[in-house]
């Protein structure tokens, strides 16, 4: 199956006050640390964010806007990664959010199998983080014209599967959403 691995950094990072993708982390910006666990799962390796593409050069990754104006959602970033992989002729798109540098290495495999699916650790869901076929395109338009907005009301309108992950010896989609997360993922091993 030809996949498309897309980073998630669409948002406005209002949490965190800064681009939270390019925050560094451990010598490197926080989205390097996605792009090279995502990367050796996927066939080619895209990013959806908003805003000047140029600040995001140093990937040389393609980037993908948002196509549905105004929605204020991850929805959007998926959208567009879906859209894209259709396009491009890819059969599935993988995603991760931008500010999860300890991706599993297995996360294409515990997924694939039954994708729909989300990753899920420590009792918590993590919608960004998911294997999608592309015909979920149709679906996703579907529910953002029936206006739904929220990456759980999707999963849970799409009945996507939900694979668990150990947390131990740590998270492996611990994120940084404020500085405080920030400040205290960088000082654990």
Not at 86 to 97: N, S
Not at 106 to 127: F, K, N, T
Not at 136 to 160: H, P, Y
Not at 172 to 180: G, S
Request: some cysteine; overall charge negative.
């Amino acid at each position: 199956m030809k996949v498309l691995g897309v980073i998630i950094a669409g948002g406005k990072s209002s949490r965190m006050g800064q681009d939270k993708a390019l925050m560094e982390f451990q010598g490197k910006p926080l989205i390097s640390h996605v792009a090279m666990r995502l990367e050796p799962q996927v066939h080619s390796l895209a990013l959806n964010a908003n805003g000047d593409p140029a600040r995001f050069d140093f990937l040389n990754l393609p980037v993908l806007a948002d196509q549905v104006a105004n929605t204020g959602t991850p929805l959007a970033g998926l959208f567009a990664a879906l859209a894209f992989a259709a396009d491009q002729g890819f059969e599935a798109v993988l995603t991760a959010p931008c500010d999860g540098p300890f991706l599993p290495a297995d996360l294409r495999a515990r997924l694939e199998p039954v994708m729909p699916a989300i990753a899920a650790s420590g009792g918590h869901q993590h919608y960004l983080t998911g294997f999608w076929p592309v015909s979920f395109r149709t679906e996703l338009d579907l529910a953002l014209a029936g206006g739904i907005r929220r990456a759980q009301d999707f999963a849970a309108a799409a009945k996507v599967n939900v694979v668990e992950w150990p947390i131990t010896p740590r998270d492996p989609f611990a994120n940084f959403n404020t500085p405080a997360d920030f400040a205290g993922l960088s000082e654990k091993p």
